[in-house]
């Protein structure tokens, strides 16, 4: 099994810019989440799905929309990137219930906004 | 105020130290919790579940505290290898969907 794969591992944009962060992950897991992560501030969640079909927002979710139209996979879509948006992005999965179900998470997508 | 918050960092400790992390939540309907060890630059790893009575792997010791809505780690006889961020996450919901994350402790462990 790869895990959770994330692509592309950096990027840089400019202002205005839209793109798209892929996630995959092949372990067949039902929720799958978006984070970012900056210095001193933990990990953010941004949105989050519950299964395909159905995603929610989580702490952060302005400037980025969500779709789940499979199981595998959960791409992030940067509308107009902003120098805000330079970030860690974090993609994860899990199985659904409690403490004994682990988060996956993928390497990472190192983002910079000029 | 974050939901979930941890002691500042960093702690800078001497090997064979005994050191504890602190953490609280502001949220009472959260349902289960968690310790995950991030190494720099890398993606956030489960170091343990906490459950309510308490639990033990090896050197790492988690306690909660429901009432005062409290989470520690203790890590006792720490190695050069404990170096990391430490990040404290609580699960919002019965079932998973929403993990929030402390914003983490650096531990940098000196020999």
């Known amino acids: 099994n790869a895990g959770v794969t994330q692509t592309p591992k950096f990027q840089v944009l400019k202002t205005g810019q839209s793109m798209t962060l892929q996630c995959a992950q092949d372990m067949n897991h039902e929720y799958m989440s978006w984070y970012r992560q900056d210095p001193g501030m933990g990990l953010r969640l941004i949105h989050y799905s519950v299964g395909a079909g159905i995603t929610d927002q989580g702490e952060v979710p302005n400037g980025y929309n969500v779709s789940r139209s499979t199981t595998e996979d959960f791409p992030l879509r940067l509308l107009s990137a902003a120098p805000s948006q330079t970030s860690v992005y974090f993609c994860?999965?899990?199985?659904?219930?409690?403490?004994?179900?682990?988060?996956?998470f993928g390497p990472g997508t190192r983002l910079t906004v000029t | 105020r974050k939901e979930v918050e941890q002691d500042p960092g960093p702690f800078n400790v001497p090997e064979g130290a005994t050191v504890a992390f602190n953490c609280t939540y502001s949220n009472s309907a959260s349902q289960s919790f968690f310790w995950y060890r991030q190494d720099c630059r890398k993606e956030p790893k489960l170091l343990m579940s906490v459950y309510s009575s308490g639990n033990e792997d090896g050197r790492f010791t988690a306690q909660l505290n429901r009432a005062s809505q409290y989470i520690s780690l203790l890590i006792r006889d720490s190695k050069l290898s404990d170096s990391a961020t430490y990040l404290c996450?609580?699960?919002?919901?019965?079932?998973?969907?929403?993990?929030?994350f402390g914003q983490g402790t650096e531990l940098s462990v000196k020999p």
């Open positions: 994860a999965s899990r199985q659904p219930g409690g403490e004994t179900y682990e988060q996956y």
């Open positions: 996450v609580v699960n919002r919901d019965n079932q998973g969907g929403k993990l929030i």
